[in-house]
């Protein structure tokens, strides 16, 4: 995957400026192919005063995205018309705006065709594209209680994938039945404050795309024979399929000719599965795996985060988790038999946990990718010990605790030159440390720990201080041991107090 994915593609706009008016400005830009078209109008709006309280005491940013995607389905292509606004909420001015674009990563996917900026009036205007990151310069500050609007017009070349494709490669691309589409777009950074948008580069290892909270409104047109399938569903209407996704992580698609559907779950859950095998008794496991999920994930860690559950058969070997919807593997699904069915329930189990870990709990997958997939995929194991005990041994070796031992957990993506490595220590070794937390604690505190974490830091992002600040408050163990074995760094819990 390292070889395949190693490709990038930078590009350094260079501008060549003219002014049409002191409202409207106008650059052209040819630089390998890339025409960028930057409109500025000088209107901001002030954010009401409600409005403005509801987020203000975050100190985040709240980016809404309204995303009206031209699925050209024969093609392998979707054109993109993209509008970001975004209030500063912040407690200092915003200089600029910075998207993390994960397409960029891979040559000839992405083309950029234009950029168009409300806001400001700038007199220049420089633009960078490089190492999936996508930097707009604003030549006027956006003010503390201003907005800001963008629109970015993009198309991506979707690639081919096969049955043994892993993420992040293919996680916006196509398959002989299918065509997925998840990262497709640029997501705006999260900012730290004093600093800025923060900025890293694109790596094909683990997830490299963060995600601050965001409003979607989606609109998907796609040809008449083609089914769309997505989470927040709104309306269907001459071959336009709509979607709204309140507060949410991410939004991803699927599409395919051959869709068809289950349905299951319950009356405030609805689950609807889209699978296009042949295996029918796959998707019925599937189905059953994600119902039962669902129920002990809410009894274990607290309330489903969404309105309903979407999962989709996809074209690769992974599964991906996205705000109210998965992406369940091929392969699996396709390969699922009574003899061999413990990797489909089990991995449509850890993309259901990680609704609750990564969509409702936010955390940082570049810089903290233990956080979020060890819980998950030791919410796998809680779920295969419940309704599949014949599959936990298989579980357990799976993790490859033995394989990975004196190696710590707490490491970024770009601390992973190779897969396989990250594979062992994120989903078999920081696994072992919840697990390992699991057994000192006792059940009755450590999903104690689990409900109070979960309810706090729903809708925030949370840390690995995070963790253990919560933790403090349910022991009085001292876990300095545990922690040595696991952490290259770790916080003293007597400092919070309990």
């Known amino acids: 995957m390292v070889d395949r994915c190693a490709g990038r593609c930078g590009i350094v706009v260079c501008m060549r400026i003219i002014l049409i008016s002191a409202a409207a400005l106008l650059v052209v830009c040819i630089s390998c192919g890339l025409v960028l078209l ?38 392998h292509r979707i054109e ?19 998207f993390c674009v994960e397409p960029d990563g891979y040559e000839n996917v992405m083309i950029l065709e234009s950029a168009e900026i409300t806001g400001e009036p700038p007199v220049r205007l420089d633009a960078d594209l490089s190492k999936g990151i996508l930097t ?64 890293w580069p694109f790596h094909p290892i683990g997830d490299p795309v963060v995600y601050p909270l965001a409003d ?20 269907k209407k001459d ?139 030791y919410s796998e194991y809680l779920f295969l010990a419940k309704f599949y005990p014949e599959f936990v041994s298989w579980w357990q070796q799976n993790t490859n605790v033995r394989k990975v031992a004196n190696k710590y957990i707490d490491n970024a993506i770009f601390d992973y030159r190779d897969r396989g490595d990250y594979t062992r220590i994120i989903y078999g070794r920081a696994p072992a440390f919840i697990q390992e937390l699991h057994r000192i604690l006792g059940d009755d505190v450590f999903f104690a720990f689990l409900r109070e974490y979960y309810r706090e830091m729903t809708d925030k992002f949370a840390t690995k201080e995070d963790f253990f600040r919560i933790l403090s408050r349910h022991t009085d163990k001292d876990l300095t041991v545990l922690f040595a074995k696991y952490f290259r760094v770790f916080p003293d819990m007597d400092k919070w107090g309990k």
């Open 38 to 75: 930057f409109i500025f109008s000088s209107s901001q709006t002030q954010l009401s005063a409600e409005e403005y309280n509801s987020v203000q005491k975050q100190h985040v940013l709240y980016p809404s995205y309204d995303l009206d995607i031209n699925l050209k389905y024969d093609e």
């Open 80 to 98: 993109v018309i993209q509008k970001v606004e975004v209030w500063n909420t912040l407690q200092e001015p915003i200089p600029e705006l910075v």
């Open 136 to 199: 707009i310069p604003l030549e006027s500050d956006v003010a503390v209680g201003k907005k800001i609007a963008v629109t970015l017009k993009y198309s991506l070349n979707l690639f081919f994938i096969d049955s043994g494709d892993m993420h992040p490669y293919g996680n916006f691309a196509y398959a002989e039945n299918v065509i997925q589409c998840g990262d497709f777009y640029p997501v705006l950074n999260p900012w730290e404050p004093g600093v800025g948008f923060r900025r």
């Open 216 to 235: 979607y409104a989606v609109q998907v047109h796609a040809g008449k024979d083609v089914i769309v399938a997505g989470y927040g569903f709104v309306s």
């Open 239 to 377: 071959n336009v399929w709509k979607f709204e996704s309140k507060k949410a992580r991410s939004w991803a698609f699927a599409a395919s000719k051959e869709f068809k559907t289950l349905t299951g779950g319950t009356r405030e859950i609805p689950i609807t599965l889209y699978y296009y095998t042949g295996n029918e008794a796959g998707a019925a496991a599937c189905l059953k795996a994600g119902e039962e999920a669902v129920g002990l994930f809410q009894e274990k860690f607290g309330p489903y985060p969404y309105k309903n559950l979407v999962l989709v058969e996809n074209g690769y070997y992974s599964s991906m988790e996205y705000s109210g919807f998965c992406t369940i593997s091929h392969s699996h699904m396709d390969l699922y038999s009574k003899s061999y069915s413990h990797l489909l329930v089990a991995l449509t189990a850890h993309e259901i946990a990680h609704q609750w870990w990564y969509g409702g709990v936010g955390n940082d997958q570049v810089t903290e990718p233990w956080l979020d997939e060890a819980l998950a995929q």
